[in-house]
């Protein structure tokens, strides 16, 4: 942040306009002098020294010492009935310039930033004037250089304000409010409060709440208290809740988006078996008397939404999924066969890449049970091995590969992550990273 700001700041203070000066001054023994500088053009404007602080309770602190200008004109003079014009070179030294920059939030979320209490101080300007009258300027060049310090002190702070008008807040507008994840869900990354700065650290409390598009209701659960621990390896810190995971958990259920249809065209090749009466007649021995060779349907549907647990070994997830059986008839008709209910906990992995928090699920443990049966008792744990190919070959597959694309981290505009690290604890867990700044 320091080098971009810097850079950015020299380049405006580069681009500083100076209005004409003029003035009238008396020198003893020569007399009354009126005098112009005009066409002033700033050369240059070096921040060699400089720093940005935390201010606790306001927010940043920017302070540059050292700073050095130079700029060029042309004056104009008048004694009496004499008149000369020529051109001069000033040189401004040792500028020292404080600002703070105060944090705060908008109505709609974002971040937004203002500078306050800007303080210009100009301890040396040296003037030269070439020309036939150079030496009468550099009589009263006293008056001049005092001149040119009040001015350049004035315009210094105004050109520190625009600068963070014009470069900085829009930037940081650019901190994703809301993120649309696909046509069910986005998230809410809104800012709960402004910015806090302590004498260590920039905190910023985002909502981190998946909403659904067609209606934003109210999760029905609170979020649990987070509080991240002291670290600073890292440049920057995501405390992740379990509240984030488990409203999109929510969110997908209610919207009837958590429902996998399996068909025999999605058993992966090389498997001996196919999904239809014929092989579950093996384990419902009634289905061959009353459904002979038909092809069948599973129906997998959560009826209530996933909870996703965080704990300091990592991640838990214990999902109810209800397994509705159909038939499907010659006429494409579908006749309901059975409906289990599995109950399985799900060891889940988690990831950053690209300013993403991915995750895949790992290999389960299932539990089944007969909630209603069409075609008569049968025996559930001799469906169990078969459960289990179709959740480990086709289920899970599917999933990881929507959970493999990830849900975006609330980055602002060509920000990179790197040397990323994971961490968990209870309730949530932490990533860790080192950031970089992009240019266009």
């Not at 009634?286 to 129906?299: A, F, G, H, N």
Request: aromatic content about 10%.
């Amino acid at each position: 942040a320091h080098q971009q700001a810097i850079t950015i700041l020299e380049k405006e203070l580069a681009q500083l306009k100076l209005k004409d000066i003029s003035g009238d001054s008396r020198i003893r023994h020569v007399g009354k002098v009126h005098y112009e500088i005009s066409r002033l053009s700033l050369r240059s404007f070096h921040l060699p020294h400089s720093r940005i602080s935390l201010v606790p309770g306001v927010g940043l602190q920017v302070s540059i010492s050292n700073a050095f200008a130079e700029v060029d004109g042309n004056w104009r003079v008048k004694l009496l009935f004499i008149r000369d014009h020529g051109s001069f070179h000033l040189k401004v030294e040792n500028v020292y310039i404080k600002v703070n920059l105060k944090l705060s939030s908008d109505g709609s979320g974002k971040p937004t930033i203002s500078s306050s209490n800007c303080n210009t101080r100009i301890s040396r300007v040296r003037v030269r004037f070439s020309g036939r009258l150079g030496w009468l300027y550099n009589l009263f060049h006293s008056t001049i250089e005092s001149r040119f310090r009040k001015l350049l002190e004035s315009k210094v702070c105004e050109v520190v304000a625009s600068s963070v008008r014009k470069n900085l807040q829009p930037y940081l507008q650019t901190l994703p409010v809301t993120a649309r994840i696909d046509a069910t869900a986005g998230i809410d990354y809104s800012l709960v409060a402004p910015p806090t700065a302590t004498a260590q650290s920039l905190d910023v409390d985002l909502k981190g709440e998946f909403f659904s598009l067609a209606h934003h209701s109210a999760v029905p659960f609170s979020p649990p208290p987070l509080a991240l621990p002291p670290d600073h390896d890292r440049m920057v810190y995501f405390g992740v809740s379990s509240y984030f995971f488990n409203t999109a958990g929510f969110t997908y259920q209610a919207a009837g988006a958590l429902v996998f249809e399996i068909t025999d065209s999605l058993i992966p090749k090389g498997f001996d078996f196919h999904l239809n009466t014929t092989t579950f007649s093996a384990f419902i021995p009634q289905l061959d008397k009353m459904y002979p060779d038909m092809p069948m349907k599973l129906r997998l549907s959560a009826p209530s939404a996933p909870f996703l647990s965080i704990g300091p070994k990592g991640l838990s997830l214990r999902p109810v999924v209800d397994i509705q059986a159909y038939a499907i008839l010659p006429n494409s008709s579908l006749v309901p066969l059975f409906l289990l209910s599995l109950v399985s906990n799900v060891s889940a992995v988690v990831d950053v890449k690209s300013g993403h928090v991915a995750g895949s699920l790992g290999a389960c443990r299932m539990k089944l049970s007969l909630k209603h049966s069409d075609v008569g008792t049968f025996q559930v744990r001799m469906l169990q091995s078969i459960m289990n190919i179709f959740s480990s070959s086709i289920l899970l597959p599917n999933l990881n590969e929507r959970l493999n694309q990830g849900f975006p981290l609330p980055l602002p505009d060509r920000i990179q992550l790197s040397n990323i690290l994971v961490r968990f604890y209870q309730n949530f867990l932490l990533l860790g990273a080192d950031v970089q700044y992009q240019p266009r």
